[in-house]
């Protein structure tokens, strides 16, 4: 069962903000909201993560609502660099549980 | 760089061939991970080591046989493929089990299987 949902595509100019959204309505207490990237034909790259507080590093910023349900990425400036496909995953930090990688979105950051 | 290195980046081979992928992390993990993805796929899980233990084989055909002589090395060796194992073959390492959540990933190798 797919624990988010995110639009499969998005386009953003370059030099702008993107926001890319996830839902997570069944989310549990304990399980951490992660974000990686895959550029094209590259291994997946760790982005940001967040528990319950907004998050920002030097890539982007997390932003989850206060009932958790939902969360949204953001690529402050964004560059043609950071066109790629975008996975929101959900689940708890420690255990063996598989990392699954759904569909994501496809950002296009355009000239 | 990742930390997470991958040998060959490219490579084509027959259905006949055998031919060895190689994965070398330099960031002391101790798990580490083989993924497949196929176009317009998501990544699927293949195999898992932790210590040099298999723990995970996602069932995988036999001809696909990994091998991990210590934490920081992972081979995936091929023999007799089908043109649809043609793929991006993946190598990621985490810490350990516990944390596999945050998977640090190599840049893969293209396979193609003519």
């Not at chain 2, 061939?17 to 796929?41: D, F, P, R, T, V």
């Amino acid at each position: 069962d797919a624990k988010t949902t995110q639009p499969p595509s998005m386009d953003c100019a370059e030099g702008r903000a993107a926001n890319l959204p996830c839902n997570h309505s069944t989310i549990s207490g304990n399980e951490y909201v992660y974000w990686y990237r895959q550029i094209h034909s590259q291994g997946p790259q760790y982005i940001i993560h967040g528990l319950k507080n907004n998050e920002t590093n030097e890539m982007a910023s997390l932003i989850i609502t206060e009932d958790r349900k939902s969360s949204t990425l953001i690529l402050p400036h964004a560059t043609l660099r950071d066109t790629a496909v975008y996975y929101c995953i959900v689940r708890d930090q420690g255990g063996s549980e598989k990392l699954v990688f759904g569909k994501g979105t496809k950002l296009t950051v355009n000239p | 760089e990742t930390g997470v290195t991958q040998t060959p980046r490219h490579l084509v081979m027959g259905m006949t061939n055998k031919k060895s992928l190689k994965c070398e992390q330099h960031l002391g993990h101790n798990a580490m991970y083989w993924y497949k993805q196929s176009a317009k796929k998501p990544l699927e899980l293949m195999f898992v080591y932790n210590f040099k233990e298999q723990t995970e084989n996602n069932s995988v055909p036999s001809r696909f046989s990994p091998e991990c002589p210590n934490s920081s090395h992972l081979f995936l060796h091929l023999h007799t493929l089908q043109p649809e194992d043609s793929a991006l073959y993946l190598c990621a390492s985490s810490q350990d089990l516990g944390w596999s959540i945050q998977q640090y990933f190599g840049p893969g190798t293209r396979l193609t299987v003519t």
